[in-house]
């Protein structure tokens, strides 16, 4: 590329750089590759040359126009070298690095790191499609975090385009050509065209001051550089959306698929009300990155209409107020209420059908003289084996589920038998009682599963001893987020909604410690060797020695939510992962910074685990589990098979088996040699939110949403115990070392201690 007034190939600059060729020129500057001579690397130097009142001698001096511009030119040269004061403060991957500023030849340079790749408009174009939904993620995960830094120091880009975002060969993003200074000096010299880029520039960067510009002002830009990327154009310009909006919403211009959240995200940035968009970028973060909400299974959607619909037939049949309506209209059999409420639903049934054959019969016209007339046979009794099953297809069929028990022929001359060959009188006792049992098993799970409620602690079929009832810590306000064991066993370590770390006696309850960790919310925990370390919402780490309440460190590497930390066998060393897709390995005697960053799934990744024979184990929200070298950080093997959000994973203490569970309450257990699955257990009414094995590695204990403890005979496949009241859910679980006691953190804010003896006794 050439420009007439553009310093020509070969000119060096103060002895240290020498110029290329031209990259790019715009109305305040010309840019360059250039060469540093003492580093040989390929350097980018920006110069202040505002083309409308600048000019250049022989000696390739910049100079000003005219006397009258002289001032306007002295003016911009000084925003030029403060806006490159500012952006040399900035260490970030994904923004362009200063590496230097001076003044020669009557003029400033910016001396950038030179980002070899395409512009971002570029690689729209080379892909010959609509971008995929994790292309994009990838991208504005990592251009969200630089803008969050920027407007942290009360600074602007003022220029987000297509044009102005580089895609590394890598296919990272790299956020360059600042606007804010370049919209001072229009503003100072009144050039408005040069302020504004026509479709990505909100309406308030068209004023000739800047004062209702702020992060809104960037959120709006890079919503349009989205809406660009999606539509495959871009919006229109704001000042004729201010006369007539035509911009249609971004999901009916996407042109690939792409979440309905991010969509709607998109839509709040191009907002013309300043109001209306969101204000920070923490604020719009949440909305344009989360997972796309998971959809109701064919159950619980079946059960809803259900409802629904009985709700509307029981505003239509509103009862007489002399009569009683629970003798007439049953409830439902997935109100709450004690157990047997089926079975009272099936004798209502029966009692309704009794009464309705003893209403007497209307008066039926005798039949004609010359047709004979048949004594009819006397109709035998119902047994009682055959009704319960016919009623229990009656309930089905009232709560909408499109399923019947299977009707048999009608004989005419005979009755119906259960077991045709044989006459009832000579049908055996044990024959009876065996249809009985399986014919009462049958309806109490359908009642579990109508109901939703699972089976209480120690009823479970087989069960020979009970767990005691629970012992209880008093916990946190608000909730307790989650609850470790030391190794030892002698204390529990728990972190609360109530932005505490608090440690309790396990034998009394009593409270030892109290560590106040700060206004982040606390998103998860792992204890080691008198440590403790905690994940928050706001991207940060803190280290804390529990023991003496003193804070060891704090660590971040953005600002996007931490999901998921573990020690990696030494107390100094520990990894994390977040919303944004990243799983981080940190020391904390290195720098902080991370010592190894693996791009680990295509969406968030929310659950991490550590295995002492080397690997780790991560779970995402892209339905994947994976295993990882822990020293390389290169991927070992991928596992699928999850329908939804993979929410927990665990590791076995022997390393051999790997347990991960789901947002849609599916466990299962694979083998870590192979990828092959060893067993699926079954599902839960809610989100599995953490895993526990057993120090002998034959229990798995599950915390579910649902508000149970789901304990495993896991090679077995056998569910041995389901503990709590399923009201407040559960967030955590842990065995203790000893495998005597199982705790668990309750959203209700209780830590809950059960009994395992008898569990380990079998």
Known sequence: MTHVLALPAGTELVGDYRIERVLGAGGFGITYLAKELALARDVTIKEYFPGDFAARNGSHEAVPRSQESAGDYQWGLE???????????????????????????????????????????????????????????????????????????????????????????????????????????????????????????????????????????????????????????????????????????????????????????????????????????????????????????????????????????????????????????????????????????????????????????????EPAPSAPVKEPQAKPKANALVALPRAIGKVRAAQGLHWRWPKRAKRASRPWRIWPTFQPRWRPLVLKLMIGAAVAAFAVGLQDELTGLPREAGTQTGAVQSIELPRLISGHTGGTRAVAFTEDGRRLVTAGADGTLKVWETANGVEVRTIPLGDSTITALAVSSGRALTGHDDGTLQLWDFVSGQKLGQFSRNQASVWSVAFMGEPDRFLASGHDWIISVWDARAARAPIITIEAHESAVQSVAYSPIGVLASGGADRLVKLWDATSGELVRSYRGHRDFVSAVAFSPDGKYLASGSHDGQVRIWLTSTRRLYRTLAHSAGEIRSLSFSPTGDLLAAASEDGRVRIWNYRRGRLLRSLGEGAAGFRSVAFAPDGRWIAAASDAGAVRLWNTAPLLER
């Open 79 to 365: 925003r030029f070298i403060a806006e490159a004061q500012t952006l040399a403060k900035f260490d970030h991957r994904n923004i362009v690095r200063v590496y230097r500023y001076f003044r020669a030849n009557n003029t400033g340079y910016m001396v950038l790191q030179f980002e070899e790749g395409q512009s971002l408009k570029t690689w729209l174009q080379s892909l010959g499609r609509a971008p995929r939904q994790f292309e994009l993620d990838r991208l504005v995960a990592p251009l969200l975090d630089a803008l969050a830094l920027i407007h942290g120091e009360n600074y602007l880009h003022r220029d987000i385009a297509p044009d102005n975002i580089i895609i590394r060969r890598d296919g990272s993003p790299v956020l360059i050509d600042f606007g804010s200074a370049r919209g001072d000096i229009a503003r100072q010299s009144r050039t408005v065209s040069a302020l504004v880029k026509p479709g990505y520039s909100p309406y308030e960067q068209y004023a000739e001051t800047g004062s209702q510009q702020g992060p809104w002002t960037d959120i709006y830009a890079l919503g349009a550089t989205l809406y660009h990327a999606i539509s495959g154009k871009r919006p229109p310009d704001a000042p004729s959306r201010i006369v007539k909006d035509d911009l249609l919403p971004a999901r009916e211009v996407a042109l690939s698929a792409y979440r309905s959240s991010f969509l709607a995200s998109i839509d709040n940035a191009l907002a013309l009300d300043i109001k209306k968009r969101p204000q920070s970028i923490a604020e719009w973060r949440g909305q344009l990155l989360a997972p796309e909400p998971r959809k109701p299974s064919w159950l619980q959607r079946t059960i809803r209409h259900s409802a629904k619909k009985g709700a509307e037939e029981a505003d239509k049949e509103v009862p007489a107020a002399t009569e009683s309506v629970d003798a007439i209209v049953p409830p439902p059999p997935d109100a709450p209420g004690a157990k047997g409420r089926l079975l009272d639903h099936i004798e209502r049934l029966r009692q309704k059908a009794a009464a309705k054959k003893a209403e007497p019969a209307l008066p039926q016209p």
